[in-house]
């Protein structure tokens, strides 16, 4: 059995967790994708604008830099959070798009709600989370970062 576990800043934990409770003996991929939007845009701007013939001072390649010690800094918390091996995956673009791709083969993909957590309902998916759960190729388990709301919060029937 393979298990993608998809890491993102402030929801890692509650899916590191969820895969450690429910997938024991299974093959462990920690996923992350990274934007490269921002640093692009920077690249861009830099040699357009202000920095031909000094690419020593291009900020793109700062931002680059600082996107990959965030990924190291979270893949190796993931892991000792997770307490067990498990493979690292990095892959740049859209996220939705590079997850659903990396799923693709996997018994489990295990994600985190990543909108509005204050109530029960589908604001509390992002757009690239909501994505995710309408294209993945396998099964999502969908973990709350927090304690979910309570029912409550559950949104009223639509009025007809």
Do not use: K, N
């Amino acid at each position: 059995m393979s298990v993608i576990i998809w890491i993102t800043e402030g929801t890692w934990p509650a899916c590191v967790d969820a895969a450690r409770e429910r997938a024991e003996t299974a093959d462990l991929v920690l996923l992350h994708v990274t934007d490269d939007a921002l640093p692009e845009a920077a690249h861009s701007a830099f040699a357009g604008l202000l920095g031909r013939g000094r690419p020593e001072r291009d900020p793109g390649t700062r931002l680059e830099d600082l996107s990959r010690a965030a990924a190291d800094d979270l893949f190796t918390a993931a892991e000792r959070r997770l307490g067990r091996p498990a493979r690292r995956l990095t892959l740049h673009g859209r996220a939705e798009q590079q997850v659903v791709r990396a799923a693709d083969g996997a018994d489990l993909l295990v994600c985190a709600r990543d909108g509005d957590r204050t109530y029960l309902g589908p604001r509390s998916l992002g757009p690239a989370t909501r994505f995710v759960v309408d294209h993945a190729p396998c099964p999502v388990l969908l973990v709350w970062p927090d304690a979910a709301p309570g029912l409550g919060t559950l949104p009223p029937p639509p009025h007809h």
